[in-house]
């Protein structure tokens, strides 16, 4: 079992629909977690991080953290098609260790 | 800032060639990661420096792969001989790796690579 999980899609939605990404995981050292937005042919850029459970809000975009179920969540509101992207979960333990562990990445696609 | 700065940016090679991948990383930044992404396997570490020592390699897939880091602005990234299976996109990226910066990393734009 991978420590991180996340559906590959790929996720096919019409602008302006609201997006929900997920990511589960096994570790429960965790206690970073990250989102990350590669666009095609580029590298992955940092999009959201939260240290804590809860909801953490910018802009069109929510991160959504539930540590007891280890379950992680970005939403997007109002889609655009510049969302169209692969977006990647990651995970890691603050202190110690730089690692981070991702998620395979879900492909979504923001139809005009 | 101009981020993490990789090349080459595609590679074509033959399988048994040495193929060597080059990094700086952003001014400062004191941690260092080399990363593989394929459509199968997703993105993973390869291995990792801090102030230019490698403090963990588990993930270099086999003696074949090699990682340096001579001082604090240039890394690279060697593999002999290469194999068709060592065809991936190869990322670079760097952090500030503090408790207070917790784990940010920043990413380069990738090596293109491909052993035929």
């Known amino acids: 079992q991978k420590e991180v999980e996340q559906d590959p899609g790929p996720l096919s939605v019409p602008e302006g629909a609201i997006v929900s990404l997920n990511c589960t995981y096994s570790n429960s050292a965790f206690q970073y977690f990250m989102w990350y937005r590669q666009y095609s042919r580029k590298g992955p850029e940092l999009l959201m991080y939260t240290y804590s459970s809860g909801n953490k809000e910018d802009g069109r975009f929510t991160a959504q953290v539930d540590k007891s179920s280890k379950y992680i969540s970005l939403f997007i509101r109002d889609s655009q098609p510049s969302d169209s992207a692969t977006y990647l979960c990651?995970?890691?333990?603050?202190?110690?260790?730089?690692?981070?562990?991702f998620g395979q990445g879900t492909r979504l696609t923001i139809n005009p | 800032d101009a981020g993490v700065i990789q090349s080459p940016r595609h590679e074509v090679t033959e399988m048994g060639q040495e193929v060597t991948l080059r990094c700086k990383p952003i001014s400062g930044h004191n941690s260092l990661f080399w990363y593989r992404q394929t459509m199968m396997r997703g993105l993973e570490l390869l291995i990792y420096f801090n102030n230019n020592v490698p403090i963990d390699d588990s993930g270099m897939p086999e003696d074949r792969f090699s990682a340096k880091m001579p001082n604090a602005s240039f890394s690279t990234l060697k593999i002999q001989p290469s194999e068709p299976r060592d065809s991936a996109v190869y990322f670079c990226a760097s952090s500030l790796g503090n408790r207070f910066s917790g784990n940010t990393i920043y990413f380069g734009e990738g090596s293109w690579l491909t052993v035929v």
């Open positions: 990651a995970m890691g333990v603050i202190q110690g260790a730089q690692k981070l562990v």
